[in-house]
């Protein structure tokens, strides 16, 4: 029975392996990673990405997705996803929070889903209507975690020199003052004794205490991911491991060179390559190595608020991910066998936050963010934009005066409930130096989703439509 039920497990995952490879073949297949750090809004974008194309026949808002704006969408379901062993993404969810009284944010991503749109259409391709007059796009879009991202790069790194980076990282005054008491539990260590398991355990709880502390004061770059969001593995040894300081690891090394070996290096060594080989390298595998497509949210405004080490930490995150992902342009072997990404868009996040004309700000400051890391990737072939969106709008526009002068404000509700009217301030055009952060004078705020008047209209949201048309309108025409 069981060995039945297994061939029956391996013919869908065959059958469904099949599709893909016939769909790429015939260039209708989209899987697109949604990238994004901690409070970047990817469940939420993915929660109105879907809401906007189920509901584009009928009441979504979508002028330049130009399959819609022509007249040519047939229309768009939910199909089973193509992994049964991964989880369903929360859509349904993700809308009663959304639609509820009064509205609230869908919870955050805690491990990884999917999603499955087939999307019909009429073609507008001479060659495509000679076959037929219509095609389907499949649309394989997958959540994670925004925290086991920072992960991937660490394949490059043995414990050594992930140990001789986290002290580095430490030279940033606050982050060092965060790690006072992970320090002084790493002072009691005795390195001449025996692995004592319990004591590595209290020292790695205090070391992801540490790491938690990082994530509230608005640091990005936290690592390992899984430290502080375990999922199925909270309480496994594989996350019991933490850095040796490098006057402890200057003793180690100058022993081993006397043919001594020492346990306790041994011991983190191998929980440090375990951590890589049984956590990192399924994740990336599984999951990271087949995209076509790339939206990466960045989330700017809550970064300026948090201050420079915020800011700073955001954009070092940044560039540290593009490395993780296969990037260039894509002929029909690559779409089949090893599919690279070959349209990338860079997204900030939340521009319902600002006023309108700060937005062309927050799309500059973003481009400088990402500048050098950008021109490698264009290197590379990979067609790449960027832009100011909103997935769910949270806030109305109006008009005030300033000091005899006329400025737009901002009309939402709080995530408490309070109903505010402002002006947040001015969007720096470009990453700002350190003088900046001494007289910085905004506050972004944090709204909650606006009412709808019917739970059966597709969300509003600003330039959704655009990000719609620069990651799947060549694939629709």
């Known amino acids: 029975m069981l060995s039945k039920l297994s061939q029956n497990a391996s013919m869908q995952r065959f059958q469904s392996q099949a599709k ?5 073949l015939m260039d209708h297949h989209v899987s697109l990673a949604v990238t994004g750090l901690s409070k970047s809004g990817k469940t939420a974008f993915i929660t109105s990405l879907v809401n906007q194309l189920l509901n584009a026949r009928g009441s979504s808002e979508l002028p330049f ?34 639609n509820s009284e ?14 499955r749109l087939l999307i019909k259409y009429r073609n507008q ?24 991202l920072l992960d991937l790069p660490l394949l490059e790194l043995d414990y050594l020199q992930w140990c001789q980076k986290f002290w580095d990282d430490l030279h940033d005054q606050i982050k060092s003052s965060l790690a006072e008491n992970f320090k002084a539990e790493l002072a009691t260590l005795d390195l001449t004794e025996t692995a004592d398991e319990m004591q590595i355990q209290r020292i790695s709880e205090v070391f992801t205490q540490f790491l938690h502390k990082c994530k509230e004061q608005g640091y990005q770059l936290i690592q390992p991911g899984r430290f502080v ?18 006057i402890q690891l200057k003793w180690v090394t100058e022993n081993q060179q006397k043919g001594e070996h020492n346990a306790l290096l041994g011991l983190l060594n191998s929980r440090f390559e375990q951590y890589q080989k049984k956590v990192i390298k399924p994740f990336y595998k599984r999951h990271f190595k087949r995209f076509d497509r790339q939206i990466i949210l960045v989330d700017c405004l809550s970064a300026l608020n948090m201050g420079a080490h915020s800011f700073n930490d955001l ?13 260039g342009t894509s002929n029909i072997l690559k779409r089949i066998f090893s599919p690279n990404i070959d349209k990338l868009m860079f997204a900030a996040s939340k521009s319902d936050h600002i006023t309108p004309e700060q937005q062309s700000n927050l799309v500059m400051l973003l481009e400088s963010m990402i500048h050098e890391a950008r021109q490698h990737i264009q290197y590379e072939g990979v067609e790449t934009e960027s832009t100011a969106f909103s997935a769910i709008r949270t806030s109305q526009v109006g008009s005030s005066a300033l000091n005899g002068e006329p400025i737009q404000v901002l009309k939402g509700t709080t995530i408490e409930g ?26 972004f705020p944090n709204f909650r989703p ?3 008047s019917d739970n059966k209209i597709a969300f509003p949201h600003i330039r959704l439509d655009h990000v719609l048309q620069f990651v799947l309108g060549d694939k629709l025409e």
Not at 65 to 91: C, N
Not at 102 to 115: A, K
Not at 235 to 246: N, R
Request: glycine share 8%; hydrophobic share 35%.
């Open 65 to 98: 997705f130009s399959v819609v704006s022509e007249d040519r969408l047939i229309g768009v379901k939910r199909d089973v996803q193509p992994d049964v062993t991964v989880a369903r993404f929360a859509y349904e969810q993700g809308l009663e929070s959304l």
């Open 418 to 443: 309070k109903s505010i009217t402002l002006f947040p301030g001015e969007v720096p055009k470009e990453c700002p130096d350190q003088s900046f952060w001494q007289h910085q004078g905004f506050a």
């Open 315 to 327: 954009r070092k995150a940044i560039n540290w991910l593009l490395g993780s992902f296969h990037y």
């Open 450 to 452: 606006m009412p709808k």
């Open 229 to 246: 969001l375990p999922g199925e593995l909270l309480g496994a040894p594989v996350l019991q491991f933490f850095p040796l300081t490098p």
């Open 125 to 148: 391709s001479r060659l495509r209507r000679l076959v037929s007059e219509h095609s389907t796009l499949t649309l394989d879009i997958t959540d994670y975690p925004g925290e086991w």
């Open 102 to 115: 009064p509205p609230r944010w869908p919870e955050s991503t805690n491990g990884v889903s999917q999603v």
């Open 20 to 24: 893909v490879l016939g769909h790429r």
